[in-house]
């Protein structure tokens, strides 16, 4: 991405100059969060705002469990600054995510949907006319059904308002199994955990099956714990970047990571956002559709079988299988059903290309196949044609995108793609 000029604003004022200088000079905006998302979702040759300056949190409100604050805040930051209340997210994610960026991440089964935008309940956002809008379940109810999750192409988020709940500790228990154990029993494993997901490790059938659940135990230390992780993860990478040279190691390097890293049943408690936020150990090219969550087993022995028939293609580990709750929000991936996510990767080595189209195409094939949607900051290769056959409310949220920015102030290329 190489835009003509980069802002860091420090206030509403600010972004409200941006906006004026776009229109005289009929430039496009671009707002980024923390850069994490994998794709060119946040790409511009235009206006690139950068939001990391108005990270404050404004309000806490202690009674309702609520905070305001700006959108630019990090993750981990927020974290840091909610314990000091005694108040946490329900859910987590990557540590680097802006939450007014693009990319939620983990999924909770039982009672929770993704990370970002169903814990929304209000936003204020600051159209392309430059006006303001309050938005929340009875203010702009519609807006707000669309701007929880809307790729920055409504206006710029300002403030954010969150629901959270009594800080809390999990217990994260880590065990091998099989991938034919899990399939056959998913339903069992969903009812088990509050926070359920596995790892599957291609061209095998190893499974690390991971449970997240509330506790009263009191926290584990965590220094071998993070040792093993660590060096375990710094070693991976350098397997990999081997096997870029020779591709039929990955297999190999699949399961000797399983058996360094994942072989024993593991347990280890800290606080929530201790356990559910995690760091990319390594660079990666990744692909994430959600699927009906019925589709879950057909669709992963689907993928196993494609590996298995094309001893050249290679998948580095691992495929994450997660699962999130139905919500009303226009272009979830999960709306109006329970979903499963599966998450592909392939290692990222700079400055080297690792052949993986092959791999990518059978695997979109599979999702297309079984009802799947895309994650919205991963590699995709959907057009408008294909979003209007997933999504139930698209044309709702076109209209709602073409009242707000009629001249497209907030497109890049890759949303021309989405909506054109």
Request: aromatic share 12%.
């Amino acid at each position: 991405s190489s835009p003509e000029l980069s802002f860091q604003p420090t206030s509403v004022e600010e972004i409200k100059e941006i906006l004026d200088l776009a229109r005289q000079r009929s430039k496009r905006v671009k707002v980024v969060g923390a850069g994490h998302s994998p794709s060119d979702i946040a790409c511009t040759d235009d206006f690139m705002v950068q939001m990391g300056k108005m990270n404050k949190i404004l309000k806490v409100d202690e009674e309702k469990r609520q905070v305001m604050v700006e959108a630019g805040i990090l993750l981990s930051d927020l974290n840091v600054e909610l314990s000091k209340y005694g108040l946490a997210l329900p859910k987590g994610g990557v540590a680097a995510i802006a939450k007014a960026g693009v990319a939620p991440y983990l999924c909770g089964w039982e009672r929770h949907g993704i990370v970002s935008p169903r814990q929304v309940v209000a936003l204020t956002l600051l159209t392309a006319s430059g006006e303001i809008l309050e938005c929340s379940e009875s203010i702009n109810a519609e807006i707000f059904q669309a701007a929880r999750l809307h790729l920055g192409c409504l206006g710029v988020v300002l403030t954010i308002t969150f629901q959270c709940v009594p800080e809390f500790y999990l217990l994260e228990t880590t065990f091998p199994s099989t991938l034919q154990e899990v399939l056959d029993n998913l339903d069992s494993h969903l009812r088990r955990s509050e926070y359920f997901r596995f790892l599957w490790f291609p061209h095998s059938e190893n499974v690390s099956v991971i449970y997240q659940d509330h506790t009263n135990k009191p926290p584990s230390s965590s220094a071998s714990w993070f040792w093993d992780y660590a060096v375990g993860y710094y070693l991976l990478e350098f397997l990999l970047w081997i096997s870029t040279f020779l591709p039929g190691l990955v297999c190999w390097i699949n399961r000797f990571f399983f058996w360094l890293l994942f072989k024993g049943k593991v347990e280890h408690v800290d606080l929530s956002y201790k356990i559910f936020n995690y760091e990319c150990r390594f660079r990666q090219h990744v692909q994430d559709w959600a699927i009906p969550i019925e589709k879950t087993k057909e669709a992963l022995l689907e993928l196993k079988t494609v590996l298995e028939n094309n001893p050249k293609v290679v998948a580095h580990y691992p495929v994450e299988v997660r699962f999130a709750r139905g919500d009303d929000i226009l272009l979830s991936p999960c709306f109006q059903r329970d979903s499963c996510y599966m998450n592909i990767i392939m290692y990222r080595p700079y400055g080297k290309d690792v052949p993986r189209l092959d791999y990518w195409l059978a695997y979109e094939s599979i999702m297309k196949k079984a009802g799947g949607r895309p994650h919205w900051a991963k590699a995709h290769t959907c057009t408008r044609k294909d979003f209007e056959k997933m999504y139930p409310g698209f044309r709702k949220f076109c209209t709602i995108r073409e009242e707000l920015d009629p001249t497209g102030m907030f497109l890049n290329v890759y949303l021309e793609k989405v909506f054109y």
